[in-house]
C-alpha cells in the first residue's frame, strides 16, 4: 500500500534536530542564554544576515532558540514541519510534507502568483509575479531551507546554486512522464499551490520501477503540499495524465554556477522561440 502522506509530530519536550528530525529531550544540548523576546517576526532578510553572523554550515537548528527564530522569520512556509518529517528510504530518499506552505496567506499567494496560460516550465526570469510570491521565493531559497535539506538527506548542499522554475498548466501529452532527474541535480523539491484536487491524474507518484502503477507514494498536487527527495539512479517518478491548471514550484540544487547559467540560458531561448511561434491549447 502506499504511504500517506501526514507525517507525525514529534512528542514530548525539547527540540527538534535537523540531523534526525525527532525530538530530542531539553539538556541534551547547551542552551542558550534566556533573552527578551519581542513578538516581531524577523524578515527573510534579517534571517539571511543571521546566518550570515553566526557562520554558514553550523547546525544551527539543534539549538531551540535558533529554531524558534526561524520558523518565526517564515510568513509563507512552515520550516518546523519540513524539520520534523521522517525520510523514507526505499525506493530512494524521500521525503512529503502536508501543509507545508501556510495557509492563511493562501489568496495573497494565488493573487500573486505567475499567469501561466500553457505547458512547460519556466524560469523565474522569465515570468511576472507579485509581491507575495517573490517573498514566497526567497524563503523557499532561504539557508535555513538548504540546511534541513542537506541535514535530511546526509548531502552537502552548502555553496550550490539553486534553479528555481514554475509551472501553471499541465498538458495530458507532453507532461507527467517516467523519469529520473539529471545527473547535475542534487536534490528537488516540489511545492504545490492549487485547491483540492479531485482528479486522478496530475498527482504525482514516487515509482519503485518504470511502471506507473508500482508507486511506494502518490501525492496530491493539493495546496502547500511537499515532496523532497535526492537524486539516484533509481529515483523514478511521474504521473497519470492530467490537462489543465497544475501549480507548482520546483527548487533544484544543482552540482555548478556553470550548469546553471547552462540551463537558464535554455529556459531563455525557449522562452524566445515560444514568443515566435506561440504553443496554443484548447481549453474546455
Known sequence: MPESISSPAPEGGGFLSAATGLAAPLGSVEQPAPRCRTSQALSSSNLQMF???KGKGTLLLQNSFFLEKMIAAMKYINLEKLASAPVAHEPFEYLI???FVKGENKESLLADFPQIQKPGVFSLSELKYGPSFSSFIEELESHALTEILQEKFNIDLEGKPILTTVRGWCSKDRDGNIHTDSEWKLVTILVYLNEEWEPQGGRLRLLRSKNINDYAAEVPPEWGSLIAFKRSDNSFHGHLPFE???????????????KLKQELGRHNFSSLFKKIVPFTIKRN
Open 97 to 99: 510534507v502536508k501543509e
Open 51 to 53: 546566518y550570515q553572523s
Open 244 to 258: 489543465g491548471r497544475r501549480r507548482v514550484v520546483m527548487l533544484n540544487w544543482v552540482t555548478s554556477e556553470e
